[in-house]
């Protein structure tokens, strides 16, 4: 399983990439891998502006359907185009080509309050 170490993490198993003022937000390596094949993603809160934990769209896998939550607030500047026409690109590379949506953080003190690798390592272990 893959956790790279310069993400942050949730215990919802989502990941997150501080740019500056902004960020990148996608589902774990495990997250993708305990949903299986991915056939269906929505998202449809771009321009809006979203609080920690709050859901920004769903991900569709042949056996579920699972809400994706914010890891931390902020304004909601654009959506991966590449997911929507071809969902599958999150099981091939969740940390890569298959991200979700980008960020602009309202709250960067919420930082703290995600998880390091290692602390997600411990989650996804036990």
Same mark, same amino acid.
């Given at each position: 399983?893959?956790?790279?170490?310069? #993400?942050?993490?949730?215990?919802?198993?989502? !990941? +997150?990439?501080?740019?500056?003022?902004?960020?990148?937000? /996608? $589902?774990?390596?495990?997250? @993708? /891998? @305990?949903?299986?094949?991915?056939?269906?993603?929505? +998202?449809?809160? @771009?321009?809006?502006?979203?609080?920690?934990?709050?859901?920004?769209?769903?991900?569709?896998?042949?056996?579920?359907?699972?809400?994706?939550?914010? &890891?931390?607030?902020?304004? $909601? #500047?654009?959506?991966?185009?590449?997911?929507?026409?071809? &969902?599958?690109? $999150?099981?091939?590379? &969740?940390?890569?080509?298959? !991200?979700?949506?980008?960020?602009?953080?309202?709250? &960067?003190? @919420? #930082?703290?309050? #995600?998880?390091?690798?290692?602390?997600?390592?411990? +989650?996804?272990?036990?």
């Amino acid at each position: 399983m893959n956790i790279p170490s310069n #993400l942050k993490y949730t215990k919802d198993h989502e !990941w +997150i990439r501080v740019e500056g003022n902004e960020a990148v937000i /996608g $589902v774990t390596d495990f997250a @993708q /891998g @305990q949903l299986g094949d991915i056939v269906f993603i929505e +998202i449809e809160t @771009q321009g809006e502006t979203l609080e920690m934990e709050e859901v920004f769209g769903t991900i569709e896998a042949v056996k579920t359907v699972s809400d994706m939550f914010m &890891p931390m607030a902020g304004e $909601v #500047l654009e959506v991966n185009e590449k997911i929507s026409t071809t &969902p599958e690109v $999150v099981n091939k590379d &969740p940390y890569g080509d298959g !991200w979700m949506i980008r960020i602009k953080i309202t709250n &960067p003190a @919420q #930082l703290s309050e #995600l998880l390091s690798p290692e602390q997600y390592k411990e +989650i996804v272990s036990a």
